[in-house]
T-cell receptor
Framework: DAGITQSPRHKVTETGTPVTLRCHQT?????MYWYRQDPGHGLRLIHY???????DKGEVSDGYSVSRSKTEDFLLTLESATSSQTSVYFC?????????????FGEGSRLTVL | QKEVEQNSGPLSVPEGAIASLNCTYS??????FFWYRQYSGKSPELIMF????GDKEDGRFTAQLNKASQYVSLLIRDSQPSDSATYLC???????????FGSGTQLTVLP
């Protein structure tokens, strides 16, 4: 158990509303990631963080922002949700000291935008 | 665009058989390769990684890497119904600091 919890686990919202997903870890890992998973696309990186207040964009960052004000929390915000952002969102941590492909994932947050 | 390609399946094998899952990657700069297993409705979990050409064995799982052919595979020996899941291949490039996932192969092991 990598000590990662995501909230909410399920959310239904309407187009144009803001949405924030939270990822909380208990083991002080430096690297945290947000991915989305859609049928036929696999996992795609949205944003990642390499420390408090240190974040960078991933492959599909448009329409998303992130914040990390504490080591343990990494927030993903959709400022104005669109139907194309309906997806399953996974938070992940890397236990190493740098980027690697070794990731541990949270349980996922299923977001539906109507 | 860096790509990792997998046959989406579904791949069905009988219980006790060897399941062979394949993956190709486009970025020759990729240095390490990962296999994740994802049960339906669950999150991915890392089962194997490989950095060097050749085979790497861990229990019933063997990962194979051929960098010249840009090919990675995962063999599951003595397949069990509990191995039924989607298997995700991922390639990591240190220079690009990027991990790219394939879309996964769905495996069903028939009792």
């Amino acid at each position: 158990d990598a000590g990662i919890t995501q909230s909410p686990r399920h959310k239904v919202t309407e187009t144009g509303t803001p949405v924030t997903l939270r990822c909380h870890q208990t083991e002080n890992h430096r690297y945290m990631y947000w991915y989305r998973q859609d049928p036929g696309h696999g996992l795609r990186l949205i944003h990642y963080s390499y420390g408090v207040k240190d974040t960078d964009k991933g492959e599909v960052s448009d329409g998303y922002s992130v914040s990390r004000s504490k080591t343990e929390d990494f927030l993903l915000t959709l400022e104005s949700a669109t139907s194309s952002q309906t997806s399953v969102y996974f938070c992940a941590i890397s236990p190493g000291t740098g980027h690697t492909g070794e990731l541990f994932f949270g349980e996922g947050s299923r977001l539906t935008v109507l | 665009q860096k790509e990792v390609e997998q046959n989406s399946g579904p791949l069905s094998v009988p219980e006790g058989a060897i399941a062979s899952l394949n993956c190709t990657y486009s970025d020759r700069g990729s240095q390490s390769f990962f296999w994740y297993r994802q049960y339906s409705g669950k999150s991915p979990e890392l089962i194997m990684f490989i950095y060097s050409n050749g085979d790497k064995e861990d229990g019933r799982f063997t990962a194979q890497l051929n960098k010249a052919s840009q090919y990675v595979s995962l063999l599951i020996r003595d397949s069990q119904p509990s191995d039924s899941a989607t298997y995700l291949c991922a390639a990591y490039s240190g220079s690009a600091r990027q991990l790219t996932f394939g879309s996964g192969t769905q495996l069903t092991v028939l009792p």
